[in-house]
Nanobody, 121 residues
């Protein structure tokens, strides 16, 4: 099992915010990690993903150029968000995959509890 704990959410009036996700447990099995977001009543949406070894990154078109996903060597992944917009308001979830990097949430069996990001206009 892999456990994921997100942190860094909050209320911002535009600007920047950085989310963190710390993985523990069977971290040696992690091939990729991703960030997804969801607004109540809407489907979960892919945001960004990073492969652990080759450091390949994927981004949703809606965040490309504004968000950056990185990871360190201590099994923590970060989502640096800039130029935040009210439409970025959502619960942000961290996820881990043992199969490979993907934009599909179905490839990620492990999920964190989520952290709320609210961007005021």
């Amino acid at each position: 099992q892999v456990q994921l704990v997100e942190s860094g959410g909050g209320l911002v009036a535009g600007g920047s915010l950085t989310l963190s996700c710390a993985a523990s447990g069977r971290t040696f099995s992690i091939i990729a990690m991703g960030w997804f977001r969801q607004v109540p009543g809407k489907e979960r949406e892919f945001v960004a993903a990073i492969s652990w070894r080759a450091v390949i990154t994927y981004y949703a078109d809606s965040v490309k150029g504004r968000f950056t996903i990185t990871r360190d060597n201590a099994w923590t992944v970060y989502l640096q968000m800039s130029s935040l917009k009210p439409e970025d308001t959502a619960i942000y979830y961290c996820a881990a995959s043992e199969e490979g990097i993907s934009m599909s949430g179905f490839r990620y069996p492990y999920w964190g509890q989520g952290t709320q990001v609210t961007v005021s206009s």
